[in-house]
């Protein structure tokens, strides 16, 4: 006999998988406390993910544009009103960044809903997890599966969860945008004609063959960043190779959803780097649709954020957020 059998909506929690809890009726105590633990457990998430997004307010942040004119937030979705892309670039463990993603998320549907299809596109998933991604916002499987299968990164739970559940909430589709890592990892290993063994399934979650290059301003850039890696003939480092694929991907991923749905306006979220100066994805997004307006935003945490170093910030984003650095890290 049972006491009761509770059901996963009602306990909406990727901590449980509740779709077949049963309790036995001769201890109605024990059933009782069971429904307490679950709902002060709850409450306590709750409580933590509040105080988190509590800490954060206008005084962590400073909006710039491109020059290091004083800007805001507001002047960002009335730009991005105007682009077919934003790219919101952050550091991962940045807990502002990731708020004012979440807000510009938001104010994006509210803005534009009611006659664009407002879309969210995430580097944080791999494209051949896309089924299980459609899947759970289409509220067929639980998320605990969800997460179970879509490899989610350490973080999601923290950063990623409230723009994914927005999202389910209001209809709105979700791109797995990246490559998957193995075979990115395939390319730093063994150079970019590694890929064409893969099965045509396997390509398929891929940047169609061959993927661009990246420009010599990007391989400069990241060169300077990985210490000037290059092969001994001089030419880009398997490294980049690995690099220019992830950013080809994370744009064909966008620019397919573009040809869908054409007047989508997609909100994508990415590493900082791969956006920065207009380079890397979003560069590579320009080569698929020259035509196309996008909107860059890199967030970038310093110490003094509300000084704007020209030699450092100048041109890094059509906008830039600098986010306090004393605030928390979303994760160590």
Known sequence: MVCSI????????????????????????????????????????????????????????????????????????????????????????????????????????????????????????????????DEYLKDLITEKKFLDDSRPWNNYQTDYRPLMEFAKQNSLPVIAANAPRRYVNMVSRNGRDSLNQLSTDAKSWLAPLPYAAPSAEYAKKFNALMGNLKSETNAPSKILEAQALWDATMAFSISERLKKEKNALVVHLNGSFHTENRLGTAEQFLKLNPNAKITVVTMRSEDDFTKFDRAKHENLGDFLILTDAKVPRSFK
Not at 24 to 53: E, G, Q, V, W, Y
Not at 75 to 99: C, M, P, R, W, Y
């Open 6 to 133: 509770i059901k996963h909506n009602f306990f909406h929690s990727s901590l449980f998988e509740t779709n077949n809890i049963i309790v036995n009726r001769s201890h109605p105590t024990l059933c009782d406390n069971f429904m307490l633990k679950l709902i002060l457990i709850l409450i306590f998430i709750n409580l933590m993910n509040f105080t988190a997004s509590a800490q954060i307010n206008d005084e962590n942040f400073r909006v710039y544009d491109a020059k290091g004119n004083a800007a805001s937030l507001q002047q960002i979705i009335e730009t991005i009103g105007k682009s077919d892309v934003v790219f919101l670039g952050e550091n991962h463990d940045d807990a502002t960044a990731h708020f004012l993603q979440a807000e510009i998320f938001k104010k994006a549907f509210e803005n534009y809903a009611k006659n664009r299809k407002v879309t969210l596109s995430m580097e944080m998933f791999e494209r051949d997890v896309q089924t299980v991604v």
